[in-house]
T-cell receptor, first 116, second 115 residues
Framework: GAGVSQTPSNKVTEKGKYVELRCDPI?????LYWYRQSLGQGPEFLIY????????DSGLPNDRFFAVRPEGSVSTLKIQRTERGDSAVYLC??????????????FGPGTRLTVL | KQEVTQIPAALSVPEGENLVLNCSFT??????LQWFRQDPGKGLTSLLL?????REQTSGRLNASLDKSSGRSTLYIAASQPGDSATYLC??????????????FGTGTLLAVQP
């Protein structure tokens, strides 16, 4: 079946602009995660959705970052007033996890964000 | 705070060689440990998942071991091939992270297998 997809694959924007990054998880997966991977580093957790709700947003760096998942499927990561330090690869993952379980996460190809 | 470290940061070996990648974590209270592969411009592919109660997992030429008490895991790759060239990432799920299945990653080992 289809895996996790992310659009766009690349996004170049100017400092101060607003961007939206989209994630389509594997059909039927209730859990969805966003991670951010800076150059030469491992991915860092941003936010976790269980269904429509953000169950853990402790990894969001500041209030310029926001994510939604209104229908429990597609998720959008929104970044306001982008800064050069936001440049990174943003990865999305999904899993069939129900609350309390620990399943393998399936990752998308990522969106490479470059802020000029 | 859980920290995950991977050694070496980069490794180059000739084709056919057996090799070991190392991962260490500071807090032994983990739910599981996973090894991922990342190819340039692509997402992560899960290779092996070891539950905290397990000592090792095997898949084909790959074998991962876990020593939770010492905070260490190794990924053994037998008879390496050029197609194994990629970045290998180790990640743990903290035991006390609530219902969140968030992964805490190491910085990875960049492997190059020379033909």
């Amino acid at each position: 079946g289809a895996g996790v997809s992310q659009t766009p694959s690349n996004k170049v924007t100017e400092k101060g602009k607003y961007v939206e990054l989209r994630c389509d998880p594997i059909s039927g997966h209730t859990a969805l995660y966003w991670y951010r991977q800076s150059l030469g580093q491992g991915p860092e957790f941003l936010i976790y959705f269980q269904g429509t709700g953000a169950a853990d947003d402790s990894g969001l760096p500041n209030d310029r970052f926001f994510a939604v998942r209104p229908e429990g499927s597609v998720s959008t990561l929104k970044i306001q007033r982008t800064e050069r330090g936001d440049s990174a690869v943003y990865l999305c993952a999904s899993s069939p996890t129900l609350a309390g379980r620990r399943d393998t996460q399936y990752f998308g190809p990522g969106t490479r964000l470059t802020v000029l | 705070k859980q920290e995950v470290t991977q050694i070496p940061a980069a490794l180059s070996v000739p084709e056919g060689e057996n090799l070991v990648l190392n991962c260490s974590f500071t807090d032994s209270a983990i739910y599981n440990l996973q090894w991922f592969r990342q190819d340039p411009g692509k997402g992560l592919t899960s290779l092996l998942l070891i539950q905290s109660s397990q000592r090792e997992q095997t898949s084909g030429r790959l074998n991962a071991s876990l020593d939770k008490s010492s905070g260490r895991s190794t990924l053994y790759i037998a008879a390496s091939q050029p197609g194994d060239s990629a970045t290998y990432l180790c990640a743990v799920v903290p035991l006390y992270g609530g219902a969140t299945n968030k992964l805490i990653f190491g910085t990875g080992t960049l492997l190059a297998v020379q033909p």
